[in-house]
């Protein structure tokens, strides 16, 4: 709990423990605790000056529920800085805290899930230029068209139980189709 | 300061109300001074309505004292006629927005800027939410109309030291500033600012949405001359309701004691929720709240009434030059009282100071519903 107001932090204490979740408070004015020191940050979002530093040290760890009093422009911009994973208006009520959890939860383990896909996508790009390296050189060495090619080493790396890429730079490698016996995977 | 001059007023419009025959009630006002401690407007605002049993609460200064009210005036279904000016984005059934919402002071400074002063402008600020959000306002007329904001600097609630920030002023001459510091930080800054200036033989043209007369006086003679302000009420308004309201004022205060918006703003409170009260036969707030719409008061600043769409009110902005003797001289009054916007969003940004060269090569975009976060 990164709050100040203690009626609210009384409310989010004790809901949180009913929901068996260990609780810890962190003053506002304090710089964050390291990244996996928490599952997931309530965050009162009028604590924190808009120009201050401190907020952006917020960002990169673990999902944010915002608890929101001040609606101008400039506060939510602010706020949507810190990608908040999940949001209360204040004044709070014991209603609503699990709901704003599970949402921020859910969207953390989308965002993972997300990234992850994305990462994985980047290497398949990056590796475009070696798999087009290994279709080339299959092409010369087999005598075969760019289709036939391509598909020679799909079907080998399926029968090797790896990727094309990883094929593709094992054929670079070795300069040709790699022995059928051997598994790279 | 502001509270003391906000309680003065208040007092002043319950005696008035209780000694007048054209109201057959009388108030009983129960007080109560916060301080300015945040938490403690919670304790207070619970206090008043448990134990006094109060159903209409005339105060609040701060937004963040408003938003600690809020709650127990929602939860117990109480009003509260809140009379300063302040960023807007709230709209809370059960609060009366007397002072100006930002469509009512921020934009027509900001337009008159656009228009006769500069396009380019340097903020200087205190370090909250009136100014994050009056700045956010203007720079979004200011670039749209094709100007730049030169520099925004913010110094912390009641910092007296301006030193660094004069010298940044002094050393860029930017076409104008425009002040959102309030208390001793804005007295300071202006101080120091005139003596610079006037040492360099300069003039940079300020400007304030929330200067007024009793704080001419704080500043001082000299120094608070030829600012700029934006606001609803001038002591200087010539309507017979206010030569009568200062005279009033005058013989109750003494006569070097000056009237300012946020009091008569209080004052404004009063009248409305008095004349309510009588329109609704009831102290009930649903009543009264509904007596209070449309019901037009032909107040000091004009005539004023609640818009029930918002429960903001309508107003008559104006613009006035600070001169020696600290009294404005107004140069510039809305033809009529200005409908509340407290989201701004009627604000049409293709109409305001566009440069001449970028007027021509974009089609207007018209107005922008919902203030979108950029």
Redesign the interface.
């Known amino acids: 709990m990164v709050m100040k107001?203690?009626?609210e932090i009384a409310i989010v204490r004790r809901q949180l423990g009913r929901l068996g979740i260990t609780v810890s408070e962190h003053d506002p004015d304090d710089p964050p605790p390291p990244k996996d020191a928490a599952d997931v940050v309530v965050f009162d979002a009028?604590a924190i000056?808009?120009?201050s530093d401190l907020a952006a040290m917020w960002k990169t760890g673990a999902p944010i529920i915002a608890l929101i009093?001040?609606?101008?422009?400039?506060?939510?911009?602010w706020l949507?800085e810190l990608q908040p994973a999940s949001f209360l208006v204040?004044?709070l009520r014991s209603a609503g805290l699990y709901t704003a959890l599970v949402v921020a939860f859910d969207c953390a383990q989308r965002r993972a899930e997300e990234a992850n896909y994305v990462d994985r996508l980047e290497v398949r790009v990056r590796s475009r230029r070696v798999v087009f390296a290994a279709v080339l050189q299959v092409m010369n060495g087999h005598n075969l068209s760019e289709p036939d090619a391509f598909a020679l080493i799909r079907q080998t790396a399926m029968r090797h139980r790896t990727t094309i890429e990883r094929l593709s730079a094992d054929i670079i490698a070795l300069g040709g189709m790699p022995n059928r016996t051997t598994r790279s995977a | 300061m502001m509270a003391g001059e906000m309680r003065k007023s208040a007092l002043m419009a319950i005696d008035e109300i209780n000694v007048s025959a054209e109201f057959d009630f009388v108030f009983e006002p129960h007080l109560r001074d916060p301080g300015g401690v945040v938490?403690a407007y919670?304790t207070a605002c619970a206090d008043l309505i448990r134990e006094e049993q109060v159903d209409h609460i005339v105060g609040c200064y701060t937004?963040a004292s408003r938003?600690q009210v809020?709650?127990i005036v929602e939860r117990t279904e109480r009003l509260l006629w809140h009379p300063a000016r302040y960023?807007?984005?709230?709209s809370s059934d059960n609060v009366i927005y007397v002072g100006a919402a930002p469509n009512q002071h921020v934009v027509p400074l900001v337009r008159h800027m656009l228009d006769h002063i500069s396009h380019d402008v340097f903020c200087i600020g205190s370090?909250?939410?009136w100014t994050?959000?009056t700045?956010?306002v203007i720079r979004e007329i200011v670039t749209s109309a094709g100007g730049r904001i030169l520099a925004e600097r913010?110094l912390e609630l009641g910092e007296p030291a301006v030193d660094h920030i004069v010298k940044e002023v002094m050393d860029r001459r930017p076409p104008v500033v425009i002040n959102t510091l309030v208390g001793e930080s804005s007295y300071a800054f202006m101080r120091a600012l005139h003596q610079a200036t006037s040492r360099a033989g300069l003039t940079i043209p300020m400007l304030s949405c929330s200067l007024c007369e009793p704080e001419l006086k704080l500043i001082g003679s000299a120094a608070s001359v030829g600012c700029i302000t934006s606001s609803a009420y001038f002591e200087s308004i010539e309507r017979p309701e206010n030569v009568g309201f200062v005279a009033r004022w005058k013989a109750r205060h003494g006569a070097d004691s000056n009237p300012s918006v946020d009091g008569l703003s209080t004052y404004v409170c009063v009248m409305l929720l008095a004349r309510a009260i009588r329109r609704a036969g009831s102290a009930d707030v649903a009543a009264v709240r509904r007596a209070a719409a449309n019901h037009r008061y032909e107040s000091p600043q004009g005539p004023v009434w609640v818009d029930p769409e918002n429960n903001h009110c309508f107003l008559t902005p104006r613009l006035a030059r600070s001169v020696p003797g600290c009294q404005f001289r107004i140069f510039w009054e809305a033809n009529a009282p200005e409908r509340p916007d407290p989201y701004l969003s009627s604000l049409d940004l293709s109409t305001i100071g566009r440069r001449r060269e970028t007027s021509n090569d974009r089609v207007s975009t018209g107005s922008n519903h919902l203030?979108v976060?950029?």
């Open positions: 107001d203690e009626r009028d000056p808009i120009k009093g001040t609606e101008t422009p400039s506060r939510l911009k949507l204040k004044p | 938490a919670h937004s938003k809020i709650p960023e807007g984005f709230e370090n909250y939410v994050w959000e700045n956010r913010l203030r976060v950029k």
